[in-house]
């Protein structure tokens, strides 16, 4: 079993030829409104990839909020420990999506930055009867800790996407059995550039020597690195067509997170991510686009058949 403990937004996206500059106004070609948040993202990754998930966070009480709950659940995410708060807005994303793929996003985190440890609290039994803890920063910082700390009083495995960037202290880090940050969140994280793969790994070996106790960067398309105090290992991203890389980061998380709470090797556990995540980048949107188990299973035969095409 897997927990999730995180944001839920609305996102409002506008796909368009190019993001626009500051001051620059551009046309976008159509508008989708779409489940998201880094934490719900996540659950719903997960639960698509079979893994039971509880999902910890908190909505507005508004139309999106019952609409973010009501998808996770139609997906087989358990959203009792999913809060509605009263006279607050539900978390909205605002995402331009430009014809290469790339993509700019504005949070107002609204109903999210309305958790509070009792939120923690209630949902204390599940953070300790599953087996791996997931969490991002789209929440309170101390309520990420408030989490972290819960699940490790129980010896649970923790995995932290540290995004959206921010300085960690080192309470933090200590428990943290696996960091996933990028190339920008990990230059921030370590105080080290991160322009050159060489930079990367110097970067990376501070947040160990600072008590990480495993990393996988993501690299984008250059895939991505799994670093331990013993070894560094490059993972090669796979070759396809990115519609819209929303959410790639989010399911290859999610990706780690089932193949590690059911036992895998990191090395098994990286391989199905990288399928994840590029799957999700052959489809718009956030949760809209996030694959099914059947999906990745039969990863390598889509893969022959559109280099066939």
């Not at 920063?137 to 540290?162: H, R, Y």
Request: aromatic share 4%.
């Amino acid at each position: 079993m897997i927990t999730v403990v995180g944001s839920l937004n609305m996102d409002l996206v506008v796909f368009t030829d190019k993001i626009p500059r500051p001051g620059e106004t551009v046309l976008g070609k159509n508008f989708q409104q779409v489940p998201g948040g880094k934490g719900a993202n996540q659950a719903d990754a997960a639960a698509k990839l079979g893994a039971s998930v509880h999902m910890v966070g908190c909505v507005g009480d508004d139309s999106f909020g019952s609409t973010l709950k009501d998808c996770l659940y139609a997906d087989g995410v358990h959203v009792d420990y999913v809060l509605t708060k009263p006279n607050i807005s539900t978390g909205v994303a605002v995402i331009l999506v430009e014809a290469s793929g790339d993509n700019c996003i504005t949070v107002a985190p609204g109903a999210n930055f309305s958790m509070s440890h009792d939120n923690i609290l209630q949902a204390k039994e599940v953070i300790k009867d599953s087996e791996v803890l997931l969490l991002q920063l789209e929440i309170p910082l101390e309520i990420v800790k408030t989490a972290i700390l819960t699940a490790k009083e129980a010896g649970k495995k923790v995995i932290l996407n540290p995004a959206p960037a921010q300085e960690l202290d080192e309470e933090i880090l200590d428990h943290i059995d696996l960091l996933t940050p990028n190339e920008t969140e990990l230059e921030l994280l370590s105080g080290h550039k991160t322009d050159t793969l060489e930079n990367i790994e110097l970067a990376g070996k501070i947040l160990l020597n600072r008590g990480v106790k495993e990393l996988v960067i993501t690299l984008g398309s250059s895939g991505c690195l799994h670093m331990t105090k013993k070894a560094t290992v490059h993972y090669e991203a796979y070759k396809v067509q990115a519609v819209d890389t929303t959410a790639a980061g989010d399911s290859f998380n999610a990706a780690l997170a089932v193949h590690i709470s059911a036992g895998k090797t990191m090395e098994e556990a990286i391989t199905f991510a990288m399928k994840v995540g590029a799957l999700t980048v052959t489809k718009e949107g956030a949760q809209t686009s996030l694959p099914l188990l059947r999906e990745v299973e039969s990863f390598e035969e889509w893969m022959k058949g559109r280099a066939q095409g």
